[in-house]
């Protein structure tokens, strides 16, 4: 449904309406169907769904990773991990979401309040998210290090 809306943005910005076609989602009268109307909500909902993801995205950044059959895995993060800038590196975690077969790893603050830190909260320890509770550690990896290394 998002890319129904891209394309219909696309054309509403690069080219003159004209008018409507009579049939699924316009009736014989020009007015809305309510299947159209059932389109726009989903629509609408995704961009929300949308919304929310880049919100996340801004707090939990995704990981750096790399794999090589000599190596092994690699993950690591930097100020610029998964195409978020930011101002801090952050450490790798798991992140598990509901409905997710297998966590993901993203780079998680390790210092001031919580990201959902409210003013009027109690203090805070100045360990950033690490303690947000669908994070988990790798096995292996030193809990402050920038990078963890998996060898086959």
Same mark, same amino acid.
């Given at each position: 449904?998002?890319?129904?809306?891209?394309?219909?943005?696309?054309?509403?910005?690069?080219?003159?309406?004209?008018?409507?076609?009579?049939?699924?989602?316009?009736?014989?009268?020009?007015?809305?169907?309510?299947?159209?109307?059932?389109?726009?909500?989903?629509?609408?909902?995704?961009?929300?769904?949308?919304?929310?993801?880049?919100?996340?995205?801004?707090?939990?950044?995704?990981?750096?990773?790399?794999?090589?059959?000599?190596?092994?895995?690699?993950?690591?993060?930097?100020?610029?991990?998964?195409?978020?800038?930011?101002?801090?590196?952050?450490?790798?975690?798991?992140?598990?979401?509901?409905?997710?077969?297998?966590? =993901?790893?993203?780079?998680?603050?390790? +210092? #001031?309040? /919580?990201?959902?830190?409210?003013?009027? $909260?109690? *203090?805070?320890?100045?360990?950033?998210?690490?303690? =947000?509770?669908?994070?988990?550690?790798? +096995? #292996?990896? /030193?809990?402050?290090?920038?990078?963890? $290394?998996? *060898?086959?």
């Amino acid at each position: 449904m998002l890319t129904l809306h891209n394309w219909l943005s696309f054309y509403e910005k690069n080219y003159v309406f004209v008018g409507q076609v009579i049939g699924r989602f316009y009736g014989k009268d020009g007015l809305p169907t309510p299947e159209l109307k059932q389109v726009e909500a989903t629509i609408t909902k995704g961009l929300e769904a949308n919304k929310q993801e880049l919100k996340e995205k801004q707090k939990f950044p995704p990981c750096n990773a790399e794999w090589s059959a000599t190596r092994g895995s690699r993950f690591w993060c930097s100020q610029e991990s998964g195409g978020v800038s930011r101002d801090w590196i952050g450490v790798p975690r798991k992140l598990y979401k509901p409905g997710a077969k297998e966590p =993901h790893c993203v780079c998680v603050r390790t +210092t #001031g309040p /919580p990201s959902d830190h409210m003013p009027d $909260s109690p *203090p805070h320890r100045n360990r950033g998210d690490l303690d =947000h509770p669908s994070l988990g550690e790798y +096995t #292996g990896c /030193p809990p402050l290090a920038i990078t963890c $290394s998996f *060898p086959l």
